[in-house]
DNA sequence: TTTT
DNA sequence: TTTT
């Protein structure tokens, strides 16, 4: 039976989106959100902030590199995916991201005055499981693509 | 600002609840839990499964050990939290976890019967970030918690 | 700027999806879904029953009339609506409904044994806003879809 | 066995919260909340925008009535809840409310500059089910809270 | 009108 | 390591 895995993020954007163009023209995005929560300690206000790896498929990476950048408000709503790669020293790592399934830019309007007010959806066609596609470190040069 | 950090899961435990006792009383549980999707490749079924770790405190953690066993569909909301730790060899490492917040028991009346069926809230004075406590392999035995 | 209107029950069918076919060909179903929820008063439990009207369109209407039945247990992401309407007497009514935008189906296997086990979605050439199609009790017969 | 009834709002509030005492001290507010979509329709940019009655119970009503005005972004969690009333002409009518459970605001700081930035809960001892007190026009003057 |  |  299926299972829910359901991810929703209001955050900012910690850096512009950095794109990538696979072998067959597939288009990936990613960037690190930050989501942050404020809480009394001993009376004192303290933040915390938690950092998200945000990765965006084909037309949906096409989007976010046209309209976010870094320090936008954007409400992202996508799935948990944890996958593995090996390091520069070959040693087995392992990388929770968010899968983004759609997103909607939020803030001022001054932010987006050029661009879509609209959700943006993962375009129906795309819709597929994106495991065969083996992006980040192992491909290439190591680093994690956050 | 504050942002949004929400995660919406509903599968299967992978193991029973593990319980431990921190110092200072604080009880922490912690279980895989799968969530499964299935879809169509080349007009085959394939499923695919995601793990993830999920983390109680205090009540929660109470409730979950006493009513959460290996196999049952569970609803649990909570949120992203990533930490680093030291393995074994000194080499830092990051897992994320949903650190939870509230849990429905779903599934055959059979499975649950001696446990309550409302919906478990983390205690309200319990609302703390939970970061003083750092739970995980560097401070015991090097085991990851799943 | 764009906001966020998102619906996610879990519950059971009151009654079998209702299915209707629009001028258009366009296909609808409806039907009630129960949300319980259990809590202690003065020492007591008590159940308290939420029933939602939930709406599907086109060809998750389809799905859904195919595999849903009175009884099941599933799973509903969707978005609010209230639209109004004029009952016998032309008095202006309004309803709130949920329109569907994917469903998954929750419980024991041998309820669902000739069904698909993926998370249904709102195909995509469907994604429309669907305020152009007026049904409900004026346009037939008076009687709510519930 | 429960369920689950949860909904997610982000938009901009109607106007200012309306906060009522009900006898025994209990405070309720309650404010309208638009979500906006917006999509094309024949080449065109088309705004729909959803109106939602936003219901909040004592501490979460008084730190709204405080912080929240017309205009502003907010964050809003709760549930639904339908509830019937007699207007002034002894009518029976439904209205379905979201209940709310917590609310963060967003957007420019400027506009909470003396306001919490943490996400308000429900507190903890007042998270009971409120339908012993009945709000809402009968009670009153037959005008609909919203 | 569901379910436990 | 779950479940269907």
Redesign the interface.
């Known amino acids: 039976?299926?299972?829910?895995?359901?991810?929703?993020?209001?955050?900012?954007l910690g850096k512009d989106p950095e794109v990538r163009h696979l072998d067959g023209g597939v288009t990936v995005a990613s960037f690190p959100l930050?989501?942050?929560?404020?809480?009394n300690k001993d009376g004192k206000?303290?933040?915390?902030t938690?950092?998200?790896n945000i990765v965006l498929w084909r037309g949906l990476a096409e989007v976010a590199s046209k309209y976010l950048q870094k320090g936008k408000?954007v409400?992202i709503?996508g799935?948990?995916?944890?996958r593995s790669f090996e390091d520069k020293e070959k040693?087995k790592?392992?990388?929770?991201e968010i899968v983004a399934e759609n997103f909607?830019?939020?803030?001022?309007?001054s932010d987006?005055e050029q661009s879509?007010?609209?959700?943006i959806?993962q375009?129906?066609?795309e819709?597929?499981?994106e495991?065969e596609f083996t992006i980040g470190p192992s491909d290439e040069n190591g680093d994690l693509p956050f």
């Not at 206000?45 to 915390?48: I, M, P, S």
């Not at 799935?79 to 944890?82: E, V």
């Not at 909607?104 to 309007?109: A, D, E, P, S």
């Not at 879509?116 to 959700?119: F, G, L, N, S, Y």
């Open positions: 039976m299926s299972g829910i895995n359901k991810v929703i993020l209001v955050g900012h930050a989501t942050s929560e404020t809480y206000r303290v933040e915390q938690e950092w998200h408000l409400y709503e799935k948990l995916r944890t040693v790592k392992y990388v929770t909607t830019m939020l803030g001022r309007k987006f879509p007010t609209a959700t959806h375009a129906p066609a819709r597929k499981i495991d």
